[in-house]
């Protein structure tokens, strides 16, 4: 027998009236883990949504992940629907149970009305990038461990440094090259910006893919809009299995995969290889790829004999540090698209090696600009804001401080003094002084001696 919840999904009104007629619990969470307004906001219907909402339905209650119809309104760009649901009192800075605010996608997506009407409600600006810039800094810096934001109504929510969903790193990482090729630190990559307008069109490709990922999306209604977008290239396919994502790329008959995971050494790093049985790769194949659960077995074994894949060469990036896999898979793609971006060079069979370099070089100075970026906003953010939020940001500034940074180059030199700026103030000297008694004298560990002689060298006084 047909549910409630199978009549919203299959778009059946006449059913999910004759439901509603009936008095069944209009709040009730489903055997899919969804109350039955989740359920139309999923669906994306609006005609169902007003059904629901006149029966008396509570627009604030949350799904498994803690989101809320909203979250999945504005996740589907449905400005209609995300209207009429702040218009019966959804609270626009709801947030997941990984503390995700409503307003983060639209903004990682750059959908400008979407955006403005949540603001308008009252979305907080400040709320959204706090998480945004919290994650940056997570996952730039490679921290493990959690931190603290504030929401509107001074509430501590804690946000999980490590572990990204796909679609959101894929959202940030084309941003942050969107970013960089119109900033002063990349004039000398001027020559490189119409291949950089390509990678972030490639980005925002494979972030369209990946929304059809989520659960209870039929992409049976979506075949059009998915062949469309699989049949340009570059493509970047990020894929998740066995707890572990990485992701391929896709020009004509080349194909990359990118596994920078912690014990990288016995696995792939970025390795380029060029198909021997290019006709395999078929759009079917690489939507079975994109959407059914792979194996271990499958990935790493069955595909290449499928594929005939044949090593050509590799681009060697650091491997990640902490478990954000996908965060390193998918920031591996920027020197990957540089380099196969400039395969159309004549000259590029006979100058491999100098193509990887350039691309590299790319990726790198890209990564430092990035790191300064989400550093610079967290300090200037700091400088504005209240007493609560600045306690918030001075505790993740020491997270960075304490696990990642060093003094190496002059550059890392010139992080440790702009954070210790903050630090040494005497409202947030505690917290070095917790640091340093945690982990120098209760535990008496290296990194904690290693700390306090840093901190003694710019001053520091216990």
Known sequence: MISLADAIIEENTNQVREFLYHGIDIDEVDEYGFTPLIESAIANNTDIAKMIIQTGADVNLQDMTGGTALHWAAENNNLIFTELLLQNGANPN???????????????????????????YGASLSFAQDFINTKMLGHIFELVGT?????PTNQYVEVDFEGF??????????????????????????????????????????SKLIKYQQYR?????????????????????????EGHAISFLKFGDIFVKCDRREASRLYDN??????????????????????????????????????????????????????????????????????LLSSSSPDFSNRIPHYKSIALNFFHQWREWN????????IQSFNDADSVRKACKAEILAAILFQRLSEDTTRERERIEYVLSVLMQPKYNYILQ?????????????????????????????
């Open 147 to 151: 931190a603290n934001i504030i929401d």
């Open 434 to 462: 917790n640091y340093v008694r945690s982990y120098c004298y209760e535990d008496q560990s290296e990194e904690g001696t290693h700390f306090l002689r840093l901190l003694e060298r710019y001053g520091f006084k216990k």
């Open 94 to 120: 709801s947030y997941t149970f990984a503390g995700q605010p409503v307003l983060v996608m639209p903004l990682l997506r750059r959908q400008t009305p979407i955006r403005n009407l949540l603001i308008k």
């Open 270 to 339: 970025i390795m380029i290889y060029q198909m021997r049985s290019p006709e395999n790769c078929t759009t079917q194949f690489l939507k079975n790829l994109l959407y059914d659960k792979k194996t271990d077995d499958f990935v790493n074994h069955e595909l290449p004999e499928i594929l005939g894949l044949s090593p050509i060469t590799e681009l060697k990036v650091s491997a990640q540090v902490s478990g954000n896999c996908s965060w390193a898979n998918v920031e591996a793609c920027v020197p990957v698209l540089m380099f």
């Open 217 to 241: 999306i039929d992409i049976k209604k979506h075949q059009s809009e998915i062949d469309a977008l699989i049949e340009q290239e570059p493509l970047i396919i990020p894929i998740g299995y």
């Open 165 to 206: 969903y796909l679609e959101i790193t894929l959202g940030l990482i084309g941003n942050a090259v969107a970013q960089y090729k119109n900033h002063f630190a990349a004039r000398q990559m001027r020559r490189f910006s119409l291949l950089m307008n390509i990678m972030v069109e490639v980005i925002e490709r494979a």
């Open 371 to 378: 790191k300064d970026r989400t550093l610079n906003f967290c």
